[in-house]
């Protein structure tokens, strides 16, 4: 139990486009969602936190306008990228809380390349 | 920042147990300890928590010492698919966390 998934697996697009990365529960209901950001040789980020049916909690530094962030159901959260640049190319993970406030639940991630 | 930290590497052979310490003297009163594992470019494999009782399931234990100011994860049979990165993390906040070899 506890799956979650994350689709795309990878992406590759043009600077200034967005990009929209989905995070599902596959097997349980996620009140609550994370969204982390990872560079190469580096920890996971915590880039904000989402709660079905409100607004996200970003992160220090975290700019809401451009990594936007939409928690309609209780399987599913979606990160946007909104007019990609090359420095947001990084790995994106996604967890989901399963019966503790921090037990996390980790998707595979998200490889996202901005050219 | 970070609540916890950890040696940035360790090794060890194949068959023994491995010792993975975590410093996080910080830790609130009712802050649990959470352990996962990294493989290169996957996401994050949970490992075991605790608040401040030991505890053990079918992939480690974790050892929590009496003032909770650290904690110990215990793998007793490393093998080389445990070869990984090893967070230990109060909260949502990531440290660097342990890079595990483990060698033949």
């Known amino acids: 139990g506890a799956v979650v998934s994350q689709h795309p697996s990878w992406v590759i697009c043009k600077s200034g486009t967005s990009v929209k990365i989905e995070c599902r529960s596959l097997?349980?209901?996620?009140?609550?969602m994370f969204w982390y950001r990872q560079f190469p040789k580096q920890s996971l980020m915590l880039m904000a936190t989402s709660n079905e049916g409100s607004k996200a909690t970003y992160e220090q530094g975290v700019e809401k306008d451009k990594f936007l962030i939409n928690h309609a159901s209780l399987t599913l959260s979606t990160l946007t990228v909104t007019s990609a640049h090359p420095e947001d190319s990084s790995f994106y993970i996604c967890?989901?809380?399963?019966?503790?406030?921090?037990?996390?639940?980790f998707g595979p991630g998200t490889r996202l390349t901005v050219t | 920042d970070a609540k916890t930290t950890q040696p940035t590497s360790m090794d060890c052979a194949e068959g023994r147990a491995a010792n993975l310490p975590c410093n996080h003297s910080t830790i609130s009163g009712n802050e649990y300890v959470y352990w996962y594992r990294q493989i290169h470019s996957q996401g994050p494999q949970y490992i075991i928590h605790g608040l401040k009782n030991n505890e053990t399931n079918e992939m480690a234990s974790l050892i929590i010492t009496e003032d909770r100011k650290s904690s110990t994860l215990i793998l007793p049979h490393a093998t080389l698919r445990d070869t990984a990165v090893y967070y230990c993390?109060?909260?949502?906040?990531f440290g660097t966390g342990t890079r595990l070899q483990v060698f033949p």
């Open positions: 967890s989901a809380s399963g019966a503790g406030p921090y037990e996390q639940y």
């Open positions: 993390i109060v909260k949502l906040i």
């Open positions: 097997d349980f209901q996620a009140t609550t």
